[in-house]
């Protein structure tokens, strides 16, 4: 059964099976980051776009604020546990879409998921939904995916636990939804962790600035996959009411990737993509140069001794504090 994510105008309520969570904005402070050890997840691809799994430690160097590190461990990590929450726009310009969402992602699961991963599926509008916690059963996902209407219409009602439930104006809680994501059900996790998003790209409502979002997600090392899907009928004559700016920024800081589907790209084709690096990706660690506990955020950069390669990447992390 799913279950909503609700918010009152001080305090983000969360609502799960375990009970009701009260996060304060100033709370989310706690780092994910090891007080010896950064951990970096990456990808490398050719100027063809094609994934590159065959590199070793020697071909790269990593730099934090402009000062070289030593990379203390590395590995391929095709076989590091992946949990992955899909979070899917089922706002009122997006419904004529979920169909073909729902299909795209069943395949996508069924060819990507393995035992030892875990996936939760997120549905969001005016509010948000877990149509399917952290499970690695694809029948129940398959389920959750068949759960997924379209949200629009009036205001939305907003249910705050004690108090009376009130109205906000209708709209698409997008940096809530993924910044939710990252702090509710990924920040505990280990291994690899990543959201895919599908959306227009149009938020109206959250509380959270894109920003927060990315920033939440870093904290967790959560890449974030965007996928721009946008229905141009939606908008009424002229359309251009969308735009992928924000979903490019919260793609590129997080170091995941963003994808536009478009004639040339269809929606299970950017899913055979997002398989194909999910299965060539990279891990390292270092121990940081800088020993202040400030709590500041630190470049980092992935560089190759092969300049005709891309390394995809993070652009940075939050010290530890303390």
């Given at each position: 059964?799913?279950?909503?994510?609700?918010?009152?105008?001080?305090?983000?309520?969360?609502?799960?099976?375990?009970?009701?969570?009260?996060?304060?904005?100033?709370?989310?402070?706690?780092?994910?980051?090891?007080?010896?050890?950064?951990?970096?997840?990456?990808?490398?691809?050719?100027?063809?776009?094609?994934?590159?799994?065959?590199?070793?430690?020697?071909?790269?160097?990593?730099?934090?604020?402009?000062?070289?590190?030593?990379?203390?461990?590395?590995?391929?990590?095709?076989?590091?546990?992946?949990?992955?929450?899909?979070?899917?726009?089922?706002?009122?310009?997006?419904?004529?879409?979920?169909?073909?969402?729902?299909?795209?992602?069943?395949?996508?699961?069924?060819?990507?998921?393995?035992?030892?991963?875990?996936?939760?599926?997120?549905?969001?509008?005016?509010?948000?939904?877990?149509?399917?916690?952290?499970?690695?059963?694809?029948?129940?996902?398959?389920?959750?995916?068949?759960?997924?209407?379209?949200?629009?219409?009036?205001?939305?009602?907003?249910?705050?636990?004690?108090?009376?439930?009130?109205?906000?104006?209708?709209?698409?809680?997008?940096?809530?939804?993924?910044?939710?994501?990252?702090?509710?059900?990924?920040?505990n996790e280990a291994g690899r962790k990543a959201v895919i998003l599908i959306t227009d790209g149009v938020d109206q409502g959250s509380r959270y600035t894109v920003e927060e979002a990315i920033r939440m997600a870093l904290r967790t090392d959560t890449l974030i996959y965007s996928i721009h899907y946008a229905d141009p009928g939606a908008y009424g004559f002229?359309?251009?009411?969308?735009?992928?700016?924000?979903?490019?920024?919260?793609?590129?800081?997080?170091?995941?990737?963003?994808?536009?589907?478009?004639?040339?790209?269809?929606?299970?084709?950017?899913?055979?993509?997002?398989?194909?690096?999910?299965?060539?990706?990279?891990?390292?660690?270092?121990?940081?140069?800088?020993?202040?506990?400030?709590?500041?955020?630190?470049?980092?950069?992935?560089?190759?001794?092969?300049?005709?390669?891309?390394?995809?990447?993070?652009?940075?992390?939050?010290?530890?504090?303390?």
């Amino acid at each position: 059964m799913s279950q909503r994510l609700f918010h009152n105008n001080r305090l983000t309520r969360r609502l799960f099976a375990g009970g009701t969570a009260l996060s304060p904005m100033w709370a989310q402070d706690v780092i994910k980051v090891d007080v010896e050890r950064v951990n970096v997840l990456f990808s490398v691809r050719d100027k063809q776009n094609t994934y590159i799994s065959t590199l070793t430690q020697d071909d790269f160097q990593v730099v934090e604020d402009g000062k070289p590190q030593t990379i203390k461990t590395f590995a391929r990590e095709t076989d590091l546990p992946l949990t992955l929450g899909l979070l899917v726009d089922v706002s009122g310009s997006q419904r004529n879409l979920i169909e073909q969402e729902r299909a795209a992602a069943s395949q996508f699961f069924r060819k990507v998921i393995r035992q030892k991963d875990l996936v939760f599926l997120i549905a969001f509008g005016p509010e948000a939904e877990l149509l399917q916690d952290s499970t690695s059963s694809i029948p129940m996902l398959e389920r959750g995916l068949a759960e997924m209407r379209g949200m629009g219409g009036g205001a939305a009602t907003v249910i705050n636990p004690g108090t009376i439930p009130n109205s906000r104006p209708k709209g698409t809680i997008l940096y809530d939804s993924v910044y939710l994501a990252a702090d509710e059900k990924l920040r505990n996790e280990a291994g690899r962790k990543a959201v895919i998003l599908i959306t227009d790209g149009v938020d109206q409502g959250s509380r959270y600035t894109v920003e927060e979002a990315i920033r939440m997600a870093l904290r967790t090392d959560t890449l974030i996959y965007s996928i721009h899907y946008a229905d141009p009928g939606a908008y009424g004559f002229g359309g251009g009411a969308y735009s992928d700016g924000a979903l490019r920024k919260m793609s590129e800081e997080t170091g995941g990737r963003m994808f536009r589907v478009d004639r040339k790209n269809t929606l299970d084709e950017i899913f055979q993509q997002l398989q194909d690096e999910m299965r060539s990706q990279y891990s390292l660690s270092y121990t940081s140069t800088n020993e202040k506990r400030d709590g500041g955020f630190r470049k980092l950069e992935i560089k190759t001794k092969n300049k005709d390669l891309k390394v995809q990447a993070r652009k940075g992390y939050f010290a530890p504090t303390g």
